[in-house]
């Protein structure tokens, strides 16, 4: 591992954005917010809102004015009226000021046989259940119960999100991905064509195919056993098929430990065949990133019952979750380099979930609107904090999903929650 982004860097981006301007003149709601002096700042409210704590309101208020030693705490009634003034604005642009920073060449990025290795999977996120979350967002499932949905494009090797959509919960996942590779030749065009996008079994069709082919971007993606027809009488093995007698097709079909067979589509025709099923196995790292969003980062364990104060959350939630792989790659550079003269068994990493909780405990971004010395003094031992916890990497680990179990309900309750 080579160069990459450091810890200042990243709480130096954060407040050249939260602090910018422009930031607040294109999120205040009405031209008059934040004209006078107030508790809490414009800036003190997005950091606050970064808090990594999921405890009852007013205490994480209490907690971040104790450790700012601002005095009496604003109300979590007088917050709630605060946040009203912005939107989610600013946690979208810093999102995607860190990805720009990320990926602008700078850094040494982990790679594949030369390759980004991207997925693209959808997710819904339970939310209040309150008369305009459910007209913006609506129900999905069995139970009814009001939910969003997200598609995110996510760098398995680096621990990136890319990019994100937040949609309706009855949402469309192919729509929803090609919004992902128009982000990609817009926004990423440097790495556009150096990536190979992994799809699980809710996104081939025909017209899917088509519109990647076309667009000249790699991938691999898993099909059902009922696919399409020329799919379904390709043989085990390898073979080449053609849509529309144009468009070219290499389909990979092989038995899996459990007897079943797995059928890839892909447009990669110049690696071995024994590559695909490591490849593929990759994107089992974005069903990770979303066990990490939603039980570790508890993204659905909002802070509002309005739109305005869910996007604000979701978008703050999609920040953490960057920072955290930002201390993630640094603290396993550290446990490479302290364990590469060692003959260990096994390979070690951070463990992500004591990571969390030592960003949180260190409550480094309240301090980051706090005294400059104290926050420099916290982030000189936070590299060696977090990287002091580590569990062992055991290659050919494998579990079943089990489909069986409910998922457990979510409090959203008003006494959880702001009113906002």
Not at 21 to 42: D, H, Q, V, W, Y
Not at 45 to 55: E, I, P, V
Request: proline share 2%; hydrophobic share 40%; net charge positive.
């Amino acid at each position: 591992m080579g160069v990459i982004m450091q810890a200042y860097e990243l709480f130096e981006l954060i407040k050249s954005i939260f602090t910018c301007p422009t930031t607040l003149e294109e999120a205040k709601i009405g031209k008059n917010s934040f004209t006078r002096k107030r508790m809490m700042s414009f800036f003190q409210a997005l950091c606050f809102l970064l808090d990594m704590q999921k405890t009852a309101l007013q205490n994480r208020l209490d907690d971040f004015f104790n450790v700012l030693d601002k005095g009496t705490a604003i109300t979590q009634q007088g917050f709630s009226k605060l946040r009203t003034k912005f939107n989610h604005k600013p946690f979208e642009k810093l999102f995607r000021a860190i990805v720009q920073k990320e990926y602008s060449g700078v850094y040494d990025l982990p790679l594949w046989r030369g390759w980004y290795i991207l997925a693209i999977d959808g997710v819904r996120l339970r939310v209040p259940n309150t008369k305009e979350l459910l007209e913006q967002f609506g129900t999905f499932g069995s139970e009814k119960s009001v939910s969003a949905g997200a598609s995110m494009l996510y760098d398995v090797l680096n621990g990136f999100v890319l990019d994100v959509v937040f949609c309706m919960a009855k949402m469309n996942e192919r729509t929803e991905c090609l919004k992902h590779i128009h982000f990609l030749f817009n926004k990423m065009s440097h790495m556009a064509k150096k990536c190979i996008l992994l799809m699980d079994r809710g996104y081939p069709s025909k017209e899917m195919f088509v519109e990647l082919i076309k667009s000249e971007i790699s991938f691999v993606i898993r099909c059902p056993q009922s696919s399409l027809k020329v799919i379904n009488k390709a043989p085990l093995g390898e073979s080449i098929i053609c849509i529309d007698g144009i468009y070219k097709l290499r389909i990979i079909k092989f038995k899996l430990k459990n007897g079943d067979i797995a059928i890839l589509a892909t447009n990669v025709f110049d690696l071995p065949l024994e590559d695909f099923p490591e490849l593929y196995s990759l994107r089992w790292g974005i069903e990770t990133m979303y066990h990490t969003l939603k039980h570790k980062l508890c993204i659905e364990h909002v802070s509002g019952r309005t739109h305005n104060s869910i996007m604000q959350d979701f978008w703050a939630s999609l920040v953490l979750l960057n920072a955290t792989a930002v201390f993630e790659n640094l603290a396993n550079k550290t446990i490479s380099a302290r364990h590469s003269q060692k003959d260990n068994k096994n390979e070690y990493a951070v463990a992500i979930s004591k990571l969390i909780v030592t960003l949180r405990d260190n409550n480094v971004f309240t301090l980051l609107c706090g005294n400059e010395l104290i926050f420099e003094f916290k982030m000189l031992s936070l590299q060696y904090l977090v990287s002091r916890n580590i569990v062992a990497i055991k290659e050919g680990r494998s579990f079943k999903r089990d489909m069986s179990k409910g998922r457990k309900p979510i409090s959203h309750n008003i006494k959880s929650c702001l009113c906002a």
